[in-house]
């Protein structure tokens, strides 16, 4: 299962966002609003948990990330850089030489300027394939004002096709109120997503379906006063059934896996 490492790299720049906001009472018009030159350092825990038939496994992987903003354009768009400065995967520390860099750019509703595609699934990476789908999935805004309760929705394009699944991810969003953390005044945001998952890879001599589902839940509080998200809570559960099918010149060889796998992520601001 390691690996993860290098996907957790975007993990921060993806849902670990900044968020500005307007007070009107009861109602809430948010936008990304942050100060050029904003440093934030976050801690994130990811554990995961793998079950195949009945052989298991788990990853625990920690990670130290560095963000700062480095600018901010005339059009209101935040260009922020995310660098990894530790990294331990099952309590191995991975060489720096391994850690990744990145750059990012959003819109002041947090939609990324340049959309990051993804590759579709091949069968020896299909695990990762729906890790990085699913890391896809950033928190943003609607363009009106919203009141606790209101829901919002984005729309992610996959691009499969039939009869392969999933095409799109649809991705909500609600404002579920305010709460307390650390002492400090937040406010909280749910954000969910589920998907069938059909896939298909048939050549000449063999034959290889996936059919299951995904779903992703999670919780984002933001510190309204400081502007930034303080800390965020994310489950994601993947469970399909992989069928083989393949000539060995005598016969049609079938075989089935069961695999289910849970991720469970949580981060931190530790700084400011």
Same mark, same amino acid.
């Given at each position: 299962?390691?690996?993860?490492?290098?996907?957790? #790299?975007?993990?921060?720049?993806? %849902?670990?966002?900044? +968020?500005?906001? @307007?007070?009107? *009472?009861?109602?809430? $018009?948010? &936008?990304?609003?942050?100060?050029?030159?904003?440093?934030?350092?976050?801690?994130?825990?990811?554990?995961?948990?793998?079950?195949?038939?009945?052989?298991?496994?788990?990853?625990?992987?920690?990670?130290?990330?560095?963000?700062?903003?480095?600018?901010?354009?005339?059009?209101?768009?935040?260009?922020?850089?995310?660098?990894?400065?530790?990294?331990?995967?099952?309590?191995?520390?991975?060489?720096?030489?391994?850690?990744?860099?990145? #750059?990012?750019?959003?819109?002041? %509703?947090?939609?990324? +300027?340049?959309? @990051?595609?993804? *590759?579709?699934?091949? $069968?020896? &990476?299909?695990?990762?394939?729906?890790?990085?789908?699913?890391?896809?999935?950033?928190?943003?805004?609607?363009?009106?004002?919203?009141?606790?309760?209101?829901?919002?929705?984005?729309?992610?394009?996959?691009?499969?096709?039939?009869?392969?699944?999933?095409?799109?991810?649809?991705?909500?969003?609600?404002?579920?109120?305010?709460?307390?953390?650390?002492?400090?005044?937040?406010?909280?945001?749910?954000?969910?997503?589920?998907?069938?998952?059909?896939?298909?890879?048939?050549?000449?001599?063999?034959?290889?379906? @996936?059919?299951?589902?995904?779903?992703?839940?999670?919780?984002?509080?933001?510190?309204?006063?400081?502007?930034?998200?303080?800390?965020?809570?994310?489950?994601?559960?993947?469970?399909?059934?992989?069928?083989?099918?393949?000539?060995?010149?005598?016969?049609?060889?079938?075989?089935?896996?069961?695999?289910?796998?849970?991720?469970?992520?949580?981060?931190?601001?530790?700084?400011?």
């Amino acid at each position: 299962m390691r690996g993860h490492c290098k996907w957790s #790299v975007t993990v921060p720049l993806a %849902l670990l966002v900044l +968020v500005g906001w @307007v007070y009107s *009472p009861e109602r809430w $018009l948010f &936008r990304f609003s942050v100060r050029e030159g904003t440093a934030m350092t976050w801690h994130i825990l990811m554990t995961t948990r793998k079950i195949v038939n009945t052989r298991s496994q788990t990853e625990t992987v920690e990670l130290w990330v560095q963000e700062r903003v480095e600018q901010v354009r005339n059009n209101g768009n935040l260009v922020w850089a995310s660098r990894v400065v530790r990294c331990v995967i099952n309590g191995e520390v991975v060489p720096p030489s391994e850690l990744e860099e990145t #750059v990012a750019e959003l819109t002041p %509703l947090g939609y990324p +300027v340049r959309t @990051v595609s993804i *590759p579709p699934p091949t $069968l020896n &990476r299909l695990d990762e394939w729906l890790l990085d789908l699913f890391g896809s999935v950033t928190l943003v805004f609607p363009a009106s004002e919203v009141s606790v309760g209101d829901r919002w929705h984005h729309n992610i394009a996959v691009g499969l096709k039939p009869p392969n699944e999933p095409r799109r991810l649809l991705v909500t969003y609600r404002l579920e109120g305010k709460e307390k953390l650390e002492e400090r005044a937040c406010l909280r945001i749910g954000v969910s997503a589920q998907t069938p998952l059909r896939l298909l890879w048939r050549s000449k001599d063999a034959s290889t379906t @996936v059919n299951g589902g995904a779903k992703l839940e999670g919780i984002f509080w933001f510190d309204p006063q400081l502007g930034t998200v303080r800390q965020r809570r994310v489950t994601l559960d993947i469970s399909y059934a992989l069928e083989t099918e393949h000539w060995d010149g005598l016969k049609f060889v079938q075989r089935t896996q069961f695999v289910n796998q849970t991720m469970e992520i949580s981060a931190r601001l530790s700084a400011p």
